[in-house]
């Protein structure tokens, strides 16, 4: 029996000493990290085991998908900063519904503050001052969680192949708060996924009313300003509540400040910003889309997710992402006026990638490389006018 317990003991000892390792191991590696708060160091790709030649082949397919920009960061430093003619590096860029991804971002934050309890709090508390229409037992049963996962059950039309007529509804309303809040249920709260950008609307009145601040000032306070973020433009309802759902705009650099935030598990700069369980929540996304031109597609907390191949991201309208690739340690972005094949694009991206120490420098790599930078940067038609937000 002594030597039983002895045993025990020596196992407890050594997975206590592994623990400290790994700890120490991961405590390590944030401390080391490179930190793009003032501005982002650069790198030539195979500095960062990365090919030229595969990112020369991608530069020529944003081409063909009419990308404004293409930025990719490795290890921490920017291994590629596209623009494509007449957008200039300079110009915020709207990001559509990727905006979705920062209100949801925003709502992590006021968890981690502990201004919200809960993220299964139940919806309607936070509207207990307002006449509302169709309340029933499903309506009161949404939770925050459910309008972070599209999983709201309210009744909604915008779906992403096709016309969104609620959206549109929504914004010639007076009201949109009201306007979302009277919708009827379709179904109950969790049951399915429904993209519904007025889930992200009522988050925004979510973090307003638990921060007494307009979601604006929240992010410029408590995420723009710890990621040296300082140009941001947020449009506002008919309330001045924030858009939830679009109406942001943002330098491509900035965007993947973003993505490196959840590409270093919600820490930056030894300061922890986002919780640990909602970064994984957000890498491990489970609920399917039911998209039939891209099958694998998850959603969590307003991300999307190709777990098979291991990248989650921050999506809007025609191709503006904020890409994630955990295990390359890779941050992607791309700006754009076309649809893009996600998985394509991430196979791309991917597929450039060829050690996890540096390459032999690539001199003819590196000269097709700036030859398709400087080939796109050009503007050879003079026809579209000046650099402005999109």
Partial sequence: MRHQRFAASWIALNLFILAGLISGSSAHAQADAIWPTKQWQ???PEEQGMDSTALAKLVEFGTSRSFDSLLIARHGKIVLDAYYAPYAA?????????????IGTLTAIAHRDGLLDSFDHRLLDFFGDRRLIEV????????VQNLLDMTSGIDWTEPLNGRPDSAIEMRRSPNWIKFILDRPMSNAPGDGFNYNSGNSQLLSAIVTRLTGMDARDYAKEKLFAPLGISTANWLRDPQLL??????LAMLPRDMAKIGYLYLRKGAWEGKRLLPPAWID???HATVDMKLSGEPDLRYSNAFWALPNRNVYMAVGYHCQ?????PEADIVAVTTARDFCPFSKLTG??????KSETALPPDPAGADLLATAIRNIS???SMEAGPARPR
């Fill in 281 to 283: 929540r957000v890498s």
């Fill in 42 to 44: 650069t790198s030539t």
């Fill in 348 to 353: 791309f991206i991917s597929g450039a990638v």
């Fill in 378 to 380: 050009v503007d050879k």
């Fill in 242 to 247: 924030a858009i939830g759902g679009f109406g």
């Fill in 90 to 102: 300079d110009v915020p860029h709207a990001m559509n519904s990727a905006t979705k991804a920062v």
């Fill in 321 to 325: 992402l904020i890409m994630v690739f």
């Fill in 136 to 143: 029933d037992d499903r309506k009161n049963a949404i939770t």
